[in-house]
């Protein structure tokens, strides 16, 4: 999904080169009724700014559903701010790439994280295959614990254990040496 016709063209014939299908939605509401109503899918790779539902709250919605929780999801923009990739990750994406690198690049970085790569955020180093497997857990914990969080109706004490838990996960996760994951 992207606003970009030459960019999204170009990443078509990326998609369409490595043998994947790929499905069109104009905006980010359509994206989550297609999901909804087809079979799990290999990738979402969306903008993050989209009409309708954006990025991040496409990403909240998708790591929400039991039905699409395991679904990878990356987000792709023009903005280098690292905010915009920190609140992407935290929330479950697993990748922030920038469109700035181009369509091919955007493409080959996706199609690997499907082929059995590890999560690539462009512009970091590369981990190892078990740090990988940790930051995903950590990411997906987290993420699951905040969306949990902001549920309305959760009682005030709910809320306050769920914020202890974060807590408690982010100096866990801290505490683990490299060398170990």
């Known amino acids: 999904m992207d606003d970009d016709a030459p960019f999204l063209e170009l990443l078509q014939l990326c998609f369409a080169k490595a043998n994947f299908d790929v499905i069109l939605a104009s905006n980010g509401a359509e994206a989550l009724e297609i999901l909804f109503e087809s079979e799990p899918l290999d990738l979402v790779l969306a903008d993050f700014m989209m009409p309708e539902v954006n990025g991040i709250e496409l990403v909240r919605h998708i790591k929400a559903s039991a039905k699409l929780f395991d ?4 987000l792709m923009s023009g903005n280098v701010d690292t905010e ?3 609140r992407a990750l ?5 990748a922030y790439l920038l469109k700035t690198e181009g369509a091919q690049a955007v493409a080959a970085k996706a199609i690997h994280m499907v082929v059995g790569g590890e ?3 462009s512009n970091c180093r590369t981990p190892s295959a078990s740090t990988a497997q ?9 993420a699951l614990i905040r969306i949990t969080t902001q549920m309305d109706g959760l009682p005030m004490q ?3 254990t769920l914020i202890t838990a974060e807590k408690l996960a982010e100096s866990l996760f801290a505490a683990v040496p490299e060398s170990e994951t």
Do not use: I, N
Not at 71 to 74: A, E
């Open 71 to 74: 679904t990878l999801v990356v």
């Open 84 to 86: 915009f990739r920190k």
């Open 90 to 94: 935290d929330l479950g994406a697993s």
């Open 119 to 121: 999560p690539g955020v």
């Open 134 to 142: 940790v930051e995903a857990m950590r990411q997906s914990l987290l």
């Open 158 to 160: 709910a809320r306050s």
